[in-house]
């Protein structure tokens, strides 16, 4: 059974700095391509920032490039999202994901994830 448990989310003042975690079990890392999902009531599901399966070509919405950092660590089966000088739009509920079918040379900004964490509540409030 495959799982992905997130941690690491929160209420931060503007400005501040969170790192997301996701820990997956159940399935390798090493060939498959991972990214953040984020999603506000109301509208659907944006994807954040993506990753190859090498972890050489990464892919960031326009909104959070320069702010955030995806990384990965397929030896201990994690992955990460770096958010610095977050912002009040940041304000979402932020979710891993797994693409097991995405190829290496795909563009990791087609990343639709088929394995889900349970999802993260980030609040950016003063």
């Known amino acids: 059974q495959v799982q992905l448990v997130q941690s690491g989310g929160g209420l931060v003042r503007p400005g501040g700095s969170l790192r997301l975690s996701c820990a997956v079990s159940?399935?390798?890392?090493?060939?498959?391509?991972i990214g953040w999902l984020r999603q506000v009531p109301g509208k659907e599901r944006e994807l954040t920032a993506a990753?190859?399966?090498?972890?050489?070509?990464?892919h960031y919405t326009d909104a959070v490039k320069g702010r955030f950092t995806i990384s990965r660590d397929n030896p201990k089966s994690m992955f990460y999202l770096q958010m610095n000088n977050l912002q009040p739009e940041d304000t979402a509920t932020y979710y891993c994901?797994?693409?097991?079918?995405?190829?290496?040379?795909?563009?990791?900004?087609?990343?639709?994830?088929?394995?889900w964490g349970q999802g993260t509540q980030v609040t950016v409030s003063s």
């Open positions: 990753i190859n399966w090498s972890g050489d070509i990464t």
């Open positions: 994901g797994i693409d097991p079918f995405l190829k290496s040379d795909d563009p990791p900004g087609d990343l639709r994830p088929y394995y």
């Open positions: 159940g399935w390798s890392l090493d060939y498959s391509a």
